[in-house]
């Protein structure tokens, strides 16, 4: 009996020996898997960052904390004219455009201390032959395992098109502006959808408010017209708004800050409609035509006096303007004329 409890005590003893050595060699195992997995994972980032590196959609680099080139794509070294020998001797601080430097520098050294983990930049580099060119640049921080800055990893984007496109629409935008601002109107870019109104310097001018005065809302522009004209104004704006006309103009008149009445002419247009072809956008212009106005209305009320006198009187009656021409013959006179030359 105490030989078999013995045996038994044995067996178990070598089963739990056994058993120890089994767990530890799993544990092993797995470890050894682990770290199998963070290689594997390992090659495959860093042959996907090769692939992406290849690919050429932009210029991409790896730099040193001393901003030492490590390694660079053939885009960018198209981009700044140079070799991948030759980029490997610089620094990206070497390429950047002096006035640049400072902002850029900033910035990386914020990454450094721990402020951030990377940062985007717009800015200027010099290539080899001494041209400039504008680039965006994304730059993320690779860290080690303790946490500190290790390297960094860059992608610049040469933005040199999109630059001169801005450029070029700064310059037509004052072109435009120098042109309202010599031909003295109004303008008005409105939002159809939100009823939101820019209205310019001039506008304000011919309306007699302050910009602080009236809201940007299209309810300011409707505001000023004239009571009489409201009714008017309103329904050539929704016929063009519905698209029956091409162009929305509009001769009426407004009420100043001050109460004076004034003569404008407004004209304008849908720019822009939704995705369900619905009017979103429309700009135009006001012109202040008062000046005009009271002319023409000066003008009609002497013909209509000067109509009204030979009417009313017998004699011929005979107008001559300044440069000697005959501006005005009543009825009178021709009957005259006509009977002489029958006479003759």
């Not at 990454?111 to 504008?134: A, E, I, M």
């Not at 012109?287 to 009187?313: N, Y």
Request: glycine letters at 8%.
């Amino acid at each position: 009996m105490l030989d078999e409890i013995k045996v038994g005590l044995f067996m178990n003893s070598h089963f739990i020996h056994t058993l120890d050595q089994a767990l530890s060699h799993i544990k092993e195992l797995e470890t050894e898997n682990a770290d199998l997995r963070k290689q594997l994972n390992s090659v495959y980032e860093k042959e996907h960052l090769r692939l992406f590196f290849d690919l050429g959609l932009v210029g991409m680099t790896l730099t040193s904390l001393e901003k030492g080139w490590l390694l660079v794509n053939q885009r960018l070294c198209e981009m700044l004219g140079y070799t991948r020998e030759e980029m490997l001797t610089k620094t990206w601080a070497d390429l950047t455009h002096p006035d640049d430097l400072e902002e850029d520098i900033r910035l990386f050294e914020s990454v450094l201390s721990g402020k951030r983990d990377g940062y985007q930049l717009d800015k200027r580099y010099v290539r080899k032959d001494g041209t400039t060119f504008h680039a965006r640049i994304d730059v993320k921080c690779v860290r080690n395992e303790h946490g500190q800055p290790d390297k960094f990893i860059g992608m610049i984007a040469d933005i040199s098109d999109l630059m001169n496109t801005q450029r070029q629409l700064e310059e037509n935008k004052k072109r435009l502006d120098l042109a309202i601002d010599g031909a003295e109107m109004g303008l008005w870019d409105w939002n159809v959808l939100t009823g939101e109104t820019f209205f310019n310097d001039r506008w304000y001018d011919i309306t007699g408010y302050e910009p602080d005065e009236l809201e940007n809302k299209v309810a300011s522009w409707e505001a000023v017209i004239h009571p009489e004209d409201v009714e008017a104004v309103g329904g050539v704006l929704r016929a063009h708004l519905k698209g029956l006309t091409p162009i929305f103009r509009s001769e009426h008149r407004i009420i100043k800050k001050d109460g004076e009445v004034a003569w404008v002419q407004d004209v304008g247009r849908v720019f822009e409609h939704d995705g369900e072809k619905a009017p979103s956008r429309a700009v135009g212009m006001t012109l202040d035509v008062t000046p005009q106005k009271m002319a023409e209305q000066a003008l009609e009320r002497r013909e209509a006096l000067i109509t009204g006198m030979s009417e009313a009187s017998h004699d011929a009656l005979i107008m001559i303007d300044d440069h000697g021409l005959i501006s005005f013959w009543s009825q009178a006179p021709r009957t005259c004329s006509a009977g002489f030359q029958g006479k003759s």
